[in-house]
């Protein structure tokens, strides 16, 4: 599904029209990915992962890497939620996949002392824009899969990639892909699959990430250079 709303550059804010589900603050966010420019293909039916690069956002009062996500509101479908999320933070605007949905975590924020569940969907990337949003307070980073694995700070988002990685690998072999389990994605509908599914639970970490201080272009050069300075998560 492509954006087709017009984008505001000013970011929303507050959490008047925040959605909870069971006191869980609901977040939707995306894997941003584009083809290498190696590879000039226009579809991703028989593409390898490594054909591709994943977009990672720097965070605004952290030194952490992630993939955009933010509040899913009640005055917007889930889909328009991510798409609007990943362009506020990233920048980018593109075709979020909703029948290549990736699923729902529930994790605690360290920060906020809260408990949330994340939806995530894949979103091919077809405008970087120059300006965006959050431009002043974030940085972008594309990386290769094997890359954005490594420097993702959130093991549920690391999942997520996982997740999208073993779809690519299922749709080579001409497995049918997974749809996702929302009826046009609606609030009511997505609570009670939630609700009723094994979703994963994780608590966030806390920061001591060292590769995370350096520059986007060090951290380029040190993930190819020196793969030991990332640390492993425990």
């Given at each position: 599904m492509a954006m087709?709303?017009?984008?505001?550059?000013?970011?929303?804010?507050?959490?008047?029209?925040?959605?909870?589900?069971?006191?869980?603050?609901?977040?939707?966010?995306?894997?941003?990915y584009r083809y290498r420019k190696t590879n000039q293909s226009s579809t991703v039916q028989g593409t390898q992962i490594d054909d591709l690069e994943f977009l990672l956002i720097s965070s605004q009062k952290s030194p952490k890497w992630m993939f955009p996500k933010g509040g899913w509101e009640t005055d917007e479908a889930l889909e328009d939620a991510a798409l609007r999320e990943t362009f506020e933070e990233s920048g980018v605007v593109g075709d979020v996949e909703v029948q290549e949905y990736l699923g729902t975590w529930s994790?605690?924020?360290?920060?906020?002392?809260?408990?949330?569940?994340?939806?995530?969907?894949?979103?091919?990337?077809?405008?970087?824009?120059?300006?965006?949003?959050?431009?002043?307070?974030?940085?972008?980073?594309?990386?290769?899969?094997?890359?954005?694995?490594?420097?993702?700070?959130?093991?549920?988002?690391?999942?997520?990639?996982?997740?999208?990685a073993s779809k690519l690998t299922k749709r080579n072999k001409d497995d049918e892909p997974q749809t996702c389990p929302f009826d046009e994605l609606s609030y009511e509908q997505t609570v009670a699959t939630v609700s009723n599914s094994n979703t994963m639970f994780y608590e966030e970490p806390i920061i001591s990430f060292e590769a995370n201080d350096l520059t986007c272009e060090e951290l380029r050069i040190s993930l190819v250079a020196k793969p030991s300075l990332v640390k492993k998560q425990p």
């Open positions: 087709t709303k017009t984008l505001s550059m000013i970011s929303r804010t507050g959490r008047d029209l925040q959605r909870y589900n069971d006191g869980c603050r609901q977040v939707v966010g995306c894997i941003p994790f605690k924020s360290k920060s906020q002392g809260t408990f949330h569940q994340g939806h995530m969907f894949p979103l091919l990337v077809t405008e970087e824009l120059e300006d965006w949003p959050e431009k002043t307070v974030r940085k972008r980073l594309w990386l290769k899969f094997s890359e954005a694995r490594e420097v993702c700070w959130h093991s549920w988002m690391k999942e997520a990639l996982d997740v999208f």
